[in-house]
């Protein structure tokens, strides 16, 4: 079994920025891709960003260049550096993992939450 561990949420103001991390631990032989989705009040979850085994990454439209992931294979963590928030990127964000297997493994989730 796999758990990922997240970390980092909180409240914060329109232009401030926040560091959420993700640590896997378990019976993790292999990992291909990390990233994170958001789910807002109402709406459906969706991919925020996401790195693969060989580093190359993705981002959803709304959030380039002002989101980096990143990620450390030594402690099969990931991070989000979320940089020039905006009360749009108000929700709860969960962590993912698809391990080699191609099994995919989610977080419980954490509370970002950007004041005007």
């Known amino acids: 079994q796999v758990q990922l561990l997240e970390s980092g949420g909180g409240l914060v103001q329109a232009g401030g920025s926040l560091r959420l991390s993700c640590a896997a631990s378990?019976?993790?032989?292999?990992?291909?891709?990390m990233g994170w989705y958001r789910q807002a009040p109402g709406k459906q979850r969706e991919l925020v960003a996401v790195?693969?085994?060989?580093?190359?990454?993705n981002y959803a439209d709304s959030v380039k260049g002002r989101f980096t992931i990143s990620r450390d294979y030594a402690k099969n963590t990931v991070y989000l550096q979320m940089n020039s928030l905006k009360p749009e990127d108000t929700a709860v964000y969960y962590c993912?993992?698809?391990?080699?297997?191609?099994?995919?493994?989610w977080g419980q989730g954490t509370q970002v939450t950007v004041s005007s």
């Open positions: 378990g019976n993790i032989f292999s990992i291909n891709n």
């Open positions: 790195i693969r085994r060989g580093g190359s990454t």
């Open positions: 993912t993992l698809v391990a080699g297997n191609l099994r995919d493994y």
